[in-house]
Each structure stands twice: as structure tokens, then as C-alpha cells.
């Protein structure tokens, strides 16, 4: 069949302005939680992580909130830069085992001096 | 700069050709991972190997197949390729001593069938 171009989420924000990226994930089983910023023409760098037996994890400028009962992740970025701009990926560990990843599909994170 | 590097940055192929993917993992990460980024299927898991041997398996095609080396760096092998396997594919390794399970990814390279 003919392939489509995945439709990202677009969140667009002013500069300086608080954003939330959120994801859902799939697996109950999931133990281990990690959010990835991918610039254009780059691959996926780290951003944050959190494990299951946390609900909130804090990093510089960045908070991860983790809600296990409805199986959701979400990503807050504090005063957000033009350099923030990027697509946002949450993934999950999934089977728990040699630590392979299941991405979500991302969202684009805009920002508007 | 994650510290893993990929060759080539830029491969353009013909349908039917063959080509292999180089990654070279951070100094001392044993884990090597495969991934598939494509328009319409994002970021998918295809092979992960673990200080020389094969760990876990996910969508990867019988037509594609990898190694990792004594030496750690892992090839990537795509064969009988098609128009579909026109993507970025990149690698990422992991150390395994912390409790961090963050895996380190490379630039990739893109692959064009054409």
C-alpha cells in the first residue's frame, strides 16, 4: 500500500513560556521510562529518565511525571528556548530484558521567539 | 557528540543491491542496538547484541541481518533491498554497569533506495 508521512503532534509555545509533552505508553509491564529530543538530522539524545517505582523525576528545566494507573508520561520543559525546538519521543523498556525500547511516535515542540 | 559513531552518514542504492552499516559503540558500552526510523513507522527496534551475541530480536526483516565483532562495533546488513527500506537507521549502545538504562545513539545513517 501506499505509505503516509507520520502526522507528529505539534505543540507550538512562545519563548519562555512552560510546555508539557505527554505520551502514552502501552506496556503495564514497563518498568523503565526515558524521554529523547531528536533535532533535525540527528539521532535521539537523552533527556530524562524515570524509573516505575517513581512517580516525578526532576531534571535542569525538565520534569518527567509519571502516571502508571492510566499508563502515562509526560514530559515539562520549564522556560522553553528556541534551542528546544526538536521532536519529542518518550519510550518504554517493554519486556524488561536487555533494555530494548519501544518509541512512541513523537511529538514536535516549536518555539516562537 | 554521543560518543558512538556510524558509516556511512549517506547511502543511495538501487533495489535488489545489498549494503552494510557500520556502528563503532562508545568505549566500554557491550551493548549495541539497532533501530529503523521510517516516515510512517518512527522509531521501531530491530536487533540489539550484547558483548558479541544476539539478546533480543524485534521487527526486523529476514533480509536483514547483524553482527557484532570481537572488538564490539556492530554491522548492519540489509539485503534484496526494496523502496520501503529507504529510512534512517540508527545505532545506540548502552552500559549496562549503572542503574541508567539510557542508550546512547549514533547520527545514523540514511539509506535511499532508489
Known amino acids: 500500500g501506499e505509505s503516509v508521512g507520520l502526522h507528529l503532534p505539534t505543540l507550538s509555545v512562545q519563548e519562555g513560556d512552560n510546555s508539557i509533552i505527554n505520551c502514552a505508553y502501552s506496556n503495564s509491564a514497563s518498568d523503565y521510562f526515558i524521554w529523547y529530543k531528536q533535532e533535525s538530522g540527528k539521532g535521539p539524545q537523552f533527556i530524562i529518565d524515570?524509573?516505575?517505582?517513581?512517580d516525578k523525576r526532576q531534571g535542569q528545566r525538565v520534569t518527567v511525571l509519571l502516571n502508571k494507573t492510566v499508563k502515562h508520561l509526560s514530559l515539562q520543559i520549564a522556560a522553553t528556548q528556541p534551542g528546544d525546538s526538536a521532536v519529542y519521543f518518550c519510550?518504554?523498556?517493554?519486556?524488561?530484558?536487555?533494555?530494548?525500547?519501544?518509541f512512541g511516535q513523537g511529538t514536535e515542540l516549536s518555539v516562537k521567539p | 557528540d554521543s560518543g558512538v559513531t556510524q558509516t556511512p552518514k549517506h547511502l543511495i542504492t538501487a533495489t535488489g543491491q545489498r549494503v552494510t552499516l557500520r556502528c563503532s559503540p562508545r568505549?566500554?558500552?557491550?551493548?549495541v542496538y539497532w533501530y529503523q526510523q521510517s516516515l510512517d513507522q518512527g522509531l521501531q527496534f530491530l536487533i540489539q547484541?550484547?558483548?558479541?551475541?544476539?539478546?533480543a530480536k524485534g521487527n526486523i526483516l529476514e533480509r536483514f541481518s547483524a553482527q557484532q565483532f570481537p572488538d564490539l562495533h556492530s554491522e548492519l546488513n540489509l539485503s534484496s533491498l526494496e523502496l520501503g527500506d529507504s529510512a534512517l537507521y540508527f545505532c545506540?549502545?548502552?552500559?549496562?554497569?549503572?542503574?541508567?538504562?539510557?542508550?546512547?545513539f549514533g547520527p545514523g545513517t540514511r539509506l535511499t533506495v532508489l
Open positions: 524515570i524509573r516505575s517505582n517513581m
Open positions: 547484541y550484547y558483548n558479541g551475541e544476539e539478546r
Open positions: 519510550a518504554e523498556n517493554g519486556d524488561n530484558q536487555g533494555g530494548k525500547l519501544i
Open positions: 545506540a549502545s548502552r552500559d549496562h554497569t549503572g542503574a541508567s538504562g539510557e542508550q546512547f
Open positions: 568505549s566500554g558500552d557491550l551493548s
